[in-house]
């Protein structure tokens, strides 16, 4: 089975710093990948997500997302974070054409002004 | 309606007792998941339902737990004779249909669910 690992569990940055969180799954086959994002009272939502193509995909917000699958990792990236990037982020990742999303910890980013 | 709705939105319970936890997807999805999230951990997959196909229960985590789809559209998860380890926020997600190359899940607001 597949499986989700992201190491950074807290980061705190100050406003205009660059942000990368990273991202790591384990599974050999086709993959789909994901982030999305739950800012502080609000539902789960999508942020940006991979499938085939071009491995450097952009969101929502400004963020972007590369695929480099010999490292089995999809980190997400943002130049100059604003303190509404409050949230907590979460990698998630599906195989071949199925639907069950598979989802690492998250990372609960702080954004201080 | 204009999302995925979850109520009740808390739920206390007493370990023992039977808790069920109701989702209405967005009008129109025929796609609806049910995910789990507890203290420490990731979202976990529970359950999936694809128009009148027999349900994917592959990540239920024990026979306590249960749950339908009624008329292609509301779903209620069951727990049975609730543990303290079911203590958890109980997510529900719709989408259009098959294939996530296509079509994102909308995720609800949960279900926090606290066994006594």
């Known amino acids: 089975a597949q499986s989700v690992s992201q190491h950074n569990h807290h980061v705190i940055l100050s406003e205009a710093a660059s942000l990368e969180l990273g991202c790591n799954y384990s599974y050999g086959g086709t993959v789909n990948l994901f982030w999305y994002v739950q800012y502080p009272g609000q539902h789960l939502q999508l942020l940006l997500k991979y499938f085939s193509g071009d491995p450097l995909v952009k969101g929502i917000k400004g963020f972007e997302a590369e695929f480099i699958k010999s490292k089995f990792s999809f980190n997400l990236r943002k130049p100059s974070v604003q303190w509404s990037d409050t949230a907590e982020y979460f990698c998630a990742v599906s195989t071949g054409g199925g639907n069950k999303l598979t989802f690492g910890t998250g990372t609960q980013l702080k954004v201080e002004l | 309606g204009a999302g995925v709705s979850q109520s009740p939105s808390n739920k206390v319970t007493e370990k023992g007792k039977d808790v069920e936890l109701r989702c209405d997807p967005i009008s129109g999805h025929t796609a609806l998941y049910w995910y789990r999230q507890s203290l420490g951990q990731g979202l976990e997959f529970l359950i999936y339902?694809?128009?009148?196909?027999?349900?994917?229960k592959s990540g239920l985590p024990s026979d306590r737990f249960s749950a339908e789809r009624t008329g292609g559209s509301v779903s209620t998860l069951t727990i049975q004779r609730t543990q303290q380890e079911d203590s958890a926020v109980y997510l529900c997600?719709?989408?259009?249909?098959?294939?996530?190359?296509?079509?994102?899940?909308?995720f609800g607001p949960g279900t926090r669910l606290t066994v006594l």
């Open positions: 997600a719709s989408s259009l249909s098959l294939g996530l190359a296509r079509n994102e899940q909308f």
């Open positions: 339902f694809q128009g009148n196909s027999a349900p994917d």
